[in-house]
Nanobody
Framework: QVQLVESGGGLVQAGGSLRLSCAASGRTFSTAAMGWFRQAPGKEREIVSRILWSVGIAYYADSVKGRFTISRDKAKNTVYLQMNSLKPEDTAVYYC????????????WGQGTQVTVSS
């Protein structure tokens, strides 16, 4: 079992920044990757970014490239999402998830944190 606790969401004006954190605990030794997803009202959940845990290689959705940066602190079992130049269309509930080694899907999910960007 892996437990994920997200923090850092909130209300920000367009052009502003937020930093999301996701702390993992439990069976974290077999983490292969961690990802950030988001789901806006009436829309499907979409991946925002993911990072390979061991080597730190990152992937970004086209919609956030150049504005968002994912990073991880292996010692703290924490993944971050620095979000800059936020737009109203970034408004969503943001979830972090962990993919364990040997699995193709994400195995555990956080409870989500609301990000609201006002225009």
């Amino acid at each position: 079992q892996v437990q994920l606790v997200e923090s850092g969401g909130g209300l920000v004006q367009a052009g502003g920044s937020l930093r999301l954190s996701c702390a993992a605990s439990g069976r974290t030794f077999s983490t292969a990757a961690m990802g950030w997803f988001r789901q806006a009202p009436g829309k499907e959940r979409e991946i925002v970014s993911r990072i390979l845990w061991s080597v730190g290689i990152a992937y970004y959705a086209d919609s956030v490239k150049g504005r968002f940066t994912i990073s991880r602190d292996k010692a703290k079992n924490t993944v971050y999402l620095q979000m800059n130049s936020l737009k109203p269309e970034d408004t969503a509930v943001y979830y972090c998830a962990v993919q364990l080694a040997g699995n193709s899907d994400y195995d555990y999910w956080g409870q989500g944190t609301q990000v609201t960007v006002s225009s």
